[in-house]
């Protein structure tokens, strides 16, 4: 079943080291308290979600046919990598376990609205310029 898919399973993997890394950076570099709002895990998966509706749009609805191997290895791995499930859900037990379950609530909808609201946007913006620069190249 698996079978001619070392490719796409390296690119994953590889990927996902290069996002894993750059949101264990930016938790080094803003560390949330453990009672803390969640800013960089929310940041994170905003940003992370914003660039997956860019890089979705660019490479399936763009000019150019991207290499087989782009898509998983930045949609799935690099950006898979960099977002996470794992943490925004460890962040919101801390939250209730500490006693502050309105804090974990604002977090974990504030979260996914933040999220849905970037892809949306960034992909509908990622349409619009593609949009305008075939335009322009048809008339030129």
Do not use: K
Request: charged share 10%; with cysteine; glycine share 16%.
């Amino acid at each position: 079943m698996l079978r001619g898919q070392g490719r796409v399973v390296a690119a994953v993997a590889a990927g996902g080291v290069f996002g894993a890394c750059a949101r264990y950076g930016l938790g080094l570099w803003w560390p949330t308290a453990r009672d803390g709002f969640p800013w960089t895990t929310l940041l994170v998966n905003a940003v992370g979600c914003a660039a997956i509706g860019v890089v979705l749009v660019v490479l399936t609805e763009g000019p150019r046919v991207p290499h087989p191997l782009l898509r998983p290895f930045l949609a799935t791995g690099v950006l898979g990598g960099f977002t996470t499930f794992s943490t925004y859900a460890v962040d919101a037990q801390q939250l209730f376990d500490h006693g502050l379950p309105g804090r974990a609530v604002l977090y974990l909808g504030g979260t996914l609205l933040a999220a849905l609201g970037a892809v949306w946007a960034a992909s509908g913006a990622t349409r619009a310029v593609l949009s305008a620069r075939a335009g322009r190249g048809a008339g030129a």
